[in-house]
T-cell receptor, first 116, second 112 residues
């Protein structure tokens, strides 16, 4: 069966420090990978999307970047964190197989980032 | 642009009662509608989904109905239990896109 791992679970970082959040998926090949952010009590904001190694689509211009160095690894980064980067970051995957209907997204358990 | 409206934002029910959450989508090409349950401090978990070729789908105490003409779909939870308390999100998506348009969430509280 497929599993998705995110780490760390929680992170407290000072303003101006770098960030690296990692996500890996097991049990599937060529997944589509996503990064979402969820502000406290709010909905899900899509940040980045990837269909393959080195292929990243950005949804919202901001202080963050994403990379996909391996098929099942997705990394969210920042060179200098802002207070507004605080939030709950979720990685998700879906099958890369194209069918008549989209397949479900499967989320990890997220990273709670607090920028102080 | 595409939009999914979700109501209500909060819902309190007595244990054993039913709960209904409704979503309306704007993109008439949407053909896949998943529902997610998010418990505190965790990621959203898929609980049920429906494709546009059916009008209703059930899984034990959970059911989803879809009205393509009106462009709305609903989550029905029967015989609610305290462990059903969570935030529920609906979403809509269409074939060939990477986007899933999420509703703003419903906080369900089941009172014992």
């Amino acid at each position: 069966s497929q599993t998705i791992h995110q780490w760390p679970a929680t992170l407290v970082q000072p303003v101006g420090s770098p960030l690296s959040l990692e996500c890996t998926v097991e049990g599937t090949s060529n997944p589509n990978l996503y990064w979402y952010r969820q502000a406290a009590g709010r909905g899900l904001q899509l940040l980045f999307y990837s269909v393959g190694i080195g292929q990243i689509s950005s949804e919202v211009p901001q202080n963050l970047s994403a990379s996909r160095p391996q098929d099942r690894q997705f990394i969210l980064s920042s060179k200098k964190l802002l207070l507004s980067d605080s939030g709950f970051y979720l990685c998700a995957w879906r099958t890369g197989t194209v069918t008549s209907y989209n397949s479900p997204l499967h989320f990890g358990n997220g990273t709670r980032l607090t920028v102080t | 642009g595409e939009n999914v409206e979700q109501h209500p934002s909060t819902l309190s029910v007595q244990e054993g009662d039913s709960a209904v959450i409704k979503c309306t989508y704007s993109d008439s090409a949407s053909n896949y509608f998943p529902w997610y349950k998010q418990e505190l401090g965790k990621g959203p978990q898929l609980i049920i989904d429906i494709r546009s070729n059916v009008g209703e789908k059930k899984d034990q105490r959970i059911a989803v109905t879809l009205n393509k003409t009106a462009k709305h779909f609903s989550l029905h939870i029967t015989e609610t239990q305290p462990e059903d308390s969570a935030v529920y999100f609906c979403a809509a998506s269409r074939r060939g896109t990477y986007k899933y348009i999420f509703g703003t969430g419903t906080r369900l509280k089941v009172l014992a």
